[in-house]
């Protein structure tokens, strides 16, 4: 392993010139690795800043061409869609998850009649931005029960396969969800519609802003540590992740993201399958914080993506997505 020894070896050399940094560096970071997550409001022409996460925005959907024209030219793959859902549509049972008209289902209409395959749609599959009570699942006693949950979401994901989403994205962590989601995606004949499972979802305490995008945060009373993953556990990650794959899963999620390195370098090398990162909004808007009180300089934000990268992620979702991209086209 070790191929010399100073004064012959010094390791310097290469790092001497830009050129040849160029030539030696290991890792590579592209506008094709990113995803881009997309909030969604009800009205027109409509956008709604966040104040948790300052330079994200809400849009209404007649503002998604301006979004996706510039998320195609700037060479990202795939949005993700996520809804802020007005109060009066939320229930106890996220009845909303199932109406063909509510946001998720429109935008994704909208976007592949105008956009077709050249971009990809990706939706979660969950039902905390439905539910009056923020939770993923349906409640009975305070505990999100497991099976019953199930049922829902496979109709949840067969309703956005057939608005045309390209990827169903199941971030409930409930058990055995996958497999039910792919059987029932199948029987309706809808085979090439991809399953990326967030199959290693920590109960993170980085998910804040988020929930304040989405507005389940003043509703969700308690935290999720019953479905989502504890945070000092690393094996349990590769059981997640076994079960899924065996379930059907074409890509699996590691979430959060810059806390869970070794979670995603574990489960690349004991699993041939691509991994994608999620950059979550606590750690986007901790980030944005230190650039705009001028701590740190915008190149953290590559920094922080090129992470995953050398971790062995294949994607990122991340709410840097778009503003990166404009900076790395070369
Ligand atoms: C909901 C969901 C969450 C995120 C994505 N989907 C929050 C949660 O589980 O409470 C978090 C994303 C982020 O923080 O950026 N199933």
Redesign the pocket.
Known sequence: MITGKYPNLRLRRTRKYNWSRKLVQENNLSSSDLIYPIFLIEGNNKKQMIRSMPGIYRYSIDQLGKIINKVINNKIPMVALFPSTPDNKKDKFGTEALNENNLVCRATRFIKKRFKNNIGVMA?V?L?PYTIHGH?GLLKNKYVINDKTINVLVKQSLLQAQMGCDVIAP??MMDGRVGKIRKYLDKNKYHDVQILSYAV?YASN??G???DAVGSRKSLKSD?KNY?MDFANSNESLREVALDIKEGADMVMVKPGLPYLDIIQKIKRNFKIPVLA?Q???EYSLIKSGINNKLINEEAIIESLMCFKRAGASAIVSYFALDIAKKIQF
Do not use: I, L
Request: charged residues 40%.
């Open positions: 979660d969950a905390d993923d971030s409930d979802k980085f998910y802003p988020f929930r999720k989502q999620y979550v909004s606590g």
